[in-house]
C-alpha cells in the first residue's frame, strides 16, 4: 500500500474540523471515503493518529507531530504546482567565460527593469555547457559548436578571435598576430570549456605542442608566466583583463559563433522572454 497526497488532505481537514463529517463534506466526499483514507494512513504510520474516544475527534499527541509535517508536504506540493511561484523563480543564466561579451550588462540592466518579478542570476561553470547538461542552470550562453544532444541553441552573434600573449614577449609587440605566429611556440588549450583545437591550424603547420588547462583563470596565469600563447575571443580581452597577458587581434581565424542553449523540456516560464531580449540586444532589433 502507498499513501498518496488525498490521504494527506483528509487528515488535515479531519484535524481542522474535528469532525469526520464535516471534513467529508469540505472535501466532497463520503464520510466512509474519509474514514478509510484515514485509517489506511495510520495503518502505514503504525500508530493512532486521531483520538475516537471523545464526542469530538481530537488529535493524539503523534497526530499533532504528524499534522505539522503533513502540512509542509502538502502546501510544498501546492507551491510546486503554482504557476505564479514558477514564475518568481529565478532564471540561471550560465556561462563558461565573457558571458554574452559586450552584451551582458545591457542585458542584466534590461531585464530587471522590464522583468522585477524574475531575477535573473548569471553563473559562472566551467563546463562545455556551462552546467546546461547537468541541469544546473535554465540557459546557457555558449560559444562554438555544441555537440550535445537534446538542447536547443540559438545563434545570436560571432564574435573575432583573439591571440592572447605574454605582455613581455616578442608577439606583444606586434600590432596584429597569425596562426603561423603563434605556432612557433607551445599554445594553451582549454580541455574543458575551450574553443580552441589544434584543428584550427592547417595540417602541416600546427603549433610545436600544447599546455592543457580546465578553466580561464589557469589559462590566463599560464600565459602570463610565459608557458605559451592562447587564442580566444574578443570579449575575453574586454572581460578578463590580465596585467601579464596581451591580446592582439588574430585576423587569419575564423570568427566564434556565441549562442543561446536551452533544454526544451522542464523549460522556466520566463524563458522566452530571456531569448527575445538576447535576440533584441545582439542584432539590434
Known amino acids: 500500500m502507498s499513501i498518496e497526497l488525498r490521504h494527506l488532505r483528509c487528515f488535515l481537514a479531519i484535524a481542522e474540523e474535528s469532525s469526520v463529517t464535516r471534513a467529508a463534506r469540505r472535501l466532497h466526499l463520503t464520510q466512509p471515503a474519509v474514514s478509510r483514507s484515514l485509517a489506511a494512513l495510520e495503518k502505514y504510520v503504525g500508530t493512532r493518529l486521531v483520538d475516537r474516544s471523545t464526542h469530538h475527534l481530537a488529535l493524539t499527541t503523534e497526530g ?121 611556440g607551445p599554445v594553451l588549450v582549454n580541455e574543458v570549456s575551450g574553443v580552441t583545437t589544434l584543428d584550427l591550424w592547417p595540417e602541416g603547420a600546427r603549433p610545436v605542442g600544447t599546455v592543457t588547462v580546465t578553466n580561464t583563470d589557469d589559462w590566463l596565469a599560464a600565459i602570463a608566466a610565459g608557458r605559451g600563447a592562447g587564442v580566444s575571443v574578443a570579449s575575453t580581452a574586454e572581460l578578463h583583463p590580465h596585467p601579464g597577458v596581451t591580446f592582439r587581434p588574430l585576423p587569419d581565424a575564423p570568427p566564434v559563433p556565441v549562442l543561446l542553449a536551452h533544454r526544451p523540456a522542464l523549460a522556466h516560464p520566463a524563458l522566452p522572454h530571456l531569448i527575445a531580449l538576447a535576440r533584441e540586444l545582439t542584432r539590434g532589433v
Do not use: M
Request: glycine content about 6%; cysteine-free; aromatic content about 4%.
Open 64 to 184: 499533532r507531530v504528524f499534522r505539522d509535517k503533513a502540512a509542509a508536504a502538502v502546501a510544498a506540493f501546492d507551491d510546486a504546482l503554482d504557476p505564479s511561484g514558477l514564475r518568481r523563480r529565478p532564471l540561471r543564466l550560465g556561462h563558461a567565460w565573457s558571458a554574452l561579451g559586450p552584451y551582458t550588462t545591457p542585458l542584466l540592466r534590461r531585464w530587471e527593469r522590464e522583468h522585477p518579478e524574475t531575477p535573473l542570476e548569471l553563473l559562472r561553470i566551467d563546463d562545455r555547457t556551462a552546467g546546461l547538461a547537468r541541469g544546473e542552470v535554465d540557459a546557457a550562453v555558449l560559444r562554438g559548436p555544441v555537440e550535445v544532444a537534446g538542447l536547443v541553441t540559438e545563434p545570436l552573434f560571432t564574435e573575432a578571435r583573439v591571440a592572447a600573449v605574454t605582455s613581455d614577449g616578442p608577439l606583444a609587440a606586434l600590432p596584429r598576430v597569425t596562426l603561423a605566429d603563434l605556432a612557433s
